[in-house]
């Protein structure tokens, strides 16, 4: 019997396991973290014939190799067990990739990029499903692609999916070495996860490896790096723009811009921009990419229409949480870098009272910390990297600024300021990762929007 290693006991890694134990593979499940809700997982797994090791450092036995090594997003690819299963002839894949294997008679949409996947995965799927297919999103949103695999295992006869919308993020990307989407879609480009990819020269070249065996690609050409290497690189793509046809990067007949409010694609009307209700010059940009999509996957006016219409978003991602007094509490956990909190700033009406913090990360504040000065009236430091950001607000020459530590004094303190100084929001946008308080983002915007729907009762 075949033997795989499957690296972490999250969402993705145990959908790897029931697909390939499913399949007839004695399946080892290992997790370096223990913890009692880990053991009651580990025990429910037992019983389905796999082997869960918690607090487990995978080594390799000489008396019995693996035969596949499946890794889960969050394991580093360079980890040191990884490299020596590489070096030894071991086939070594992500979750995203072994989901490929048994689900590319469908086709893909693969959308990646820095910031922006989220919604943009999202639109692409409402839109895919209001026109009547079947059209589930997976990766980083929605199911694990394992999962859609596994659903298509255990009902052989079953009809296979129209589509696939798969949000890949850079760790995906770079453990998914033959996925080649029908459509690939690269929203943005700039510096982050580089304490995992050293630079941003491999980041690039991470994400550029999946455009390249995509069979058609769609670039966002008012991101300023993509336009940049856009033209010497990716001559055949499609590209967008909110600018108008004279900022495209290409033939208005291989373009979607806007144009007299309305939305063009192709040289062909499309839709009414008023349709679509979302806020930002951002989320324009994401819609284009979408009707793009859309549209070369053959999709109707209608059904774009009337998805764009009827859309409100992706969960914390400016998240309207409620309004109360005129004050709106937004969650924009999702804002875990700069650049995407600078973005979360530049759509919410000033004044604004901001949360930030958490775990930092790399990259430039400066542009973040331009728009906080224009834009907000205090900002309530949290988490790891309060003092950080306190000491870079002073150096840059802004002192409103509280630290405040945790998330819930954090939003009774944004409440009683935001009444004293006639703010228009308390907005949640960290411009870090949460993993010094929290599991990951989406914990971290359930409690804001708990703590927000408790204020006043």
């Known amino acids: 019997m075949a033997t795989a290693y499957i690296i972490g006991l999250g969402r993705s890694g145990i959908a790897a396991a029931r697909v390939l134990k499913t399949e007839g593979w004695e399946v080892i499940l290992s997790d370096r973290a223990h913890s009692s809700t880990l053991e009651v997982t580990q025990q429910e797994l037992g019983q389905e014939g796999i082997t869960v090791r918690l607090a487990d450092k995978p080594v390799l036995s000489d008396s019995k190799l693996p035969n596949l090594i499946v890794v889960s997003p969050g394991v580093p690819w360079d980890l040191d067990f990884l490299q020596k299963a590489r070096d030894r002839g071991i086939d070594v894949i992500g979750e995203l990739e072994l989901a490929w294997r048994y689900l590319k008679l469908s086709p893909w949409v693969g959308i990646t990029g820095t910031n922006g996947k989220t919604t943009t995965t999202a639109l692409v799927s409402a839109i895919f499903q209001a026109s009547g297919l079947n059209a589930p999103a997976c990766g980083n949103i929605g199911h694990a692609a394992c999962e859609l695999a596994l659903s298509q295992i255990k009902t052989p006869n079953s009809t296979p999916f129209d589509w696939i919308i798969a949000e890949v993020s850079s760790y995906q990307a770079e453990s998914a070495r033959e996925l080649a989407p029908k459509i690939g879609i690269w929203t943005t480009f700039t510096p982050d996860h580089l304490h995992r990819h050293k630079t941003l020269e491999n980041y690039y070249a991470i994400k550029a490896s999946l455009l390249h065996r995509c069979e058609l690609q769609i670039f966002n050409g008012d991101d300023p790096y993509l336009h940049q290497v856009g033209l010497h690189q990716w001559a055949d793509a499609y590209w967008t723009t909110t600018k108008g046809q004279d900022h495209l990067l290409c033939d208005p007949s291989q373009g979607i811009y806007i144009k007299d409010n309305w939305i063009v694609a192709f040289g062909e009307l499309i839709v009414p921009l008023n349709l679509f209700k979302m806020i930002g010059d951002h989320n324009q940009q994401n819609l284009l990419m979408a009707v793009g999509a859309a549209r070369l996957a053959g999709i109707e006016k209608g059904a774009i229409a009337e998805a764009i219409a009827t859309f409100k978003g992706v969960p914390h991602r400016l998240e309207l949480i409620r309004n109360i007094e005129g004050i709106k509490f937004i969650n924009d956990s999702k804002a875990t870098n700069y650049d995407a909190a600078e973005v979360g700033l ?28 224009a834009k907000v009236s205090t900002v309530l430091l949290i988490g790891e990297a309060a003092e950080i950001f306190a000491k870079r607000l002073e150096q840059l020459d802004y002192q409103t600024y509280e630290v405040v530590e945790t998330m819930d004094n954090a939003v009774k303190r944004g409440w009683e300021l935001a009444k004293k100084q006639n703010s228009k929001a308390v907005l949640l946008s960290p411009a870090c990762a949460s993993f010094d308080q929290y599991q990951n983002f989406e914990e971290r915007g359930d409690h804001f929007r708990k703590l927000c729907s408790d204020l006043g009762n």
Not at 355 to 373: F, H, L, M, Q, V
């Open 346 to 373: 530049a759509s919410v009406n000033a004044p604004i009272i901001l949360i930030a913090g958490g775990e930092a990360k790399e990259g430039d504040d400066t542009r973040w910390i331009n728009e906080i000065k």
